[in-house]
Nanobody, 128 residues
Framework: EVQLVESGGGLVQAGGSLRLSCAAS????????IGWFRQAPGKEREGVSC????????TYAYSVKGRFTASSDNAKNTVYLQMNSLKPEDTAVYYC?????????????????????WGQGTLVTVSS
């Protein structure tokens, strides 16, 4: 059974940084894509980044490109999201999600409903 557990959310001032972690278990890392998604109050869930765990390549949403960096430590079965230059509009519940990688990262980034497993989410609040 695929299990994902996020941690690292919190309250930060605009311009600050946070690092989220997603501890994964129950699947073979190399065959999967891991995505970070977020959902702000009253808005639909949107893709932030998707990483191919076979080689660590990541595709980012335009809104976070240059500010957020996803990385993976396959030895620890953990994926990270380093968030810098945070803005109030980044406030949301952040989720990591996993899917067996049959399609492109861009495909999964735009289609959260295609992900197979989700973590419980971690709240990120950016104050102005």
């Amino acid at each position: 059974e695929v299990q994902l557990v996020e941690s690292g959310g919190g309250l930060v001032q605009a311009g600050g940084s946070l690092r989220l972690s997603c501890a994964a278990s129950g699947f073979t890392f190399d065959y999967y894509t891991i995505g970070w998604f977020r959902q702000a109050p009253g808005k639909e869930r949107e893709g932030v980044s998707c990483t191919s765990l076979s080689d660590g390549t990541t595709t980012y949403a335009y809104s976070v490109k240059g500010r957020f960096t996803a990385s993976s430590d396959n030895a620890k079965n953990t994926v990270y999201l380093q968030m810098n230059s945070l803005k109030p509009e980044d406030t949301a519940v952040y989720y990591c999600a996993a899917v067996r990688a049959y399609y492109s990262r861009s495909y999964y980034l735009g289609a959260p409903n295609t992900m197979d497993a989700w973590g419980q989410g971690t709240l990120v609040t950016v104050s102005s």
